[in-house]
């Protein structure tokens, strides 16, 4: 079975700072995919950012951008120029390409913003 | 506006009284799920569904019910809850089935807190 770990239960940053936030999976499968969802205190789950296992590029969204290491088997998320509505819960989800299209969550990472 | 529902959004309940959480997506999408989430442990997956009739446990099951009878609505059922199903509950939707494809991103609905007293 995969499992997703997220090794930093808080973090804090400046505002306009950057921040990266770390995530490690297990898996034996070569095709998967990576999210970092946030969740702000709304509840809400928004996706932030994905990356296809079978890309060797980093993907990027504005502002965050992730490390994809696929033999170390790390997907670090890092937001730069944080913003106050940065604010939130982080969590990183594994999806396997075959199946059930379950997504595995680690534990999650909150995150300040300092004004 | 596409989206996922569910309702309710918030319920206080006692321990053996009979619950549904009714969840609809309004985008065609094949693929249900349900999750839930506590402190600690992130969000696990109850039970899913790969299509109409065809449903399969997650990793957390135990005292949940589901049913897929129309594509758009995935309830789940709660036939004698209990405290430690207190929990936030997610349903999520994609269009499924499609390896490798993008559009295979899930959909949040906004959540159900429970609470079983």
């Known amino acids: 079975a995969q499992t997703v770990t997220q090794s930093q239960p808080e973090m804090s940053v400046q505002e306009a700072e950057t921040v990266t936030l770390s995530c490690t999976y297990d898996?034996?499968?070569?095709?998967?995919?990576l999210f970092w969802y946030k969740q702000p205190p709304s509840r809400q789950m928004i996706l932030v950012i994905r990356q296809e296992a079978y890309k060797q590029q980093n993907a990027t969204e504005n502002r965050f951008s992730v490390n994809f290491q696929k033999a170390a088997k790390s997907f670090s998320l890092k937001i730069s120029d944080s913003q106050l509505g940065d604010a939130a819960m982080y969590f990183c989800?594994?999806?396997?390409?075959?199946?059930?299209?379950?997504?595995?969550f680690g534990t999650g990472t909150r995150l300040t913003i300092i004004p | 506006e596409a989206q996922v529902t569910q309702n309710p959004r918030y319920l206080i309940t006692v321990t053996g009284k009979k619950l549904t959480v009714t969840c609809s997506q309004n985008m065609n999408h094949e693929y249900m799920s349900w999750y839930r989430q506590d402190p600690g442990l992130g969000l696990r997956q109850i039970y899913y569904?790969?299509?109409?009739?065809?449903?399969d446990k997650g990793d957390v099951p135990e005292g949940y019910k589901v049913s897929r009878k129309e594509k758009r609505n995935f309830p789940l059922i709660l036939e004698s809850p209990s405290p430690n199903q207190t929990s936030l509950y997610f349903c999520?939707?994609?269009?499924?089935?499609?390896?490798?494809?993008?559009?295979?991103?899930?959909?949040f609905g906004p959540g159900t807190r429970l609470t079983v007293l």
């Open positions: 569904s790969m299509n109409v009739e065809v449903t």
């Open positions: 989800a594994y999806r396997s390409n075959f199946g059930n299209e379950k997504l595995t």
């Open positions: 999520a939707s994609s269009f499924g089935g499609l390896a490798g494809s993008l559009i295979n991103e899930q959909f």
């Open positions: 898996t034996s499968e070569s095709d998967y995919y």
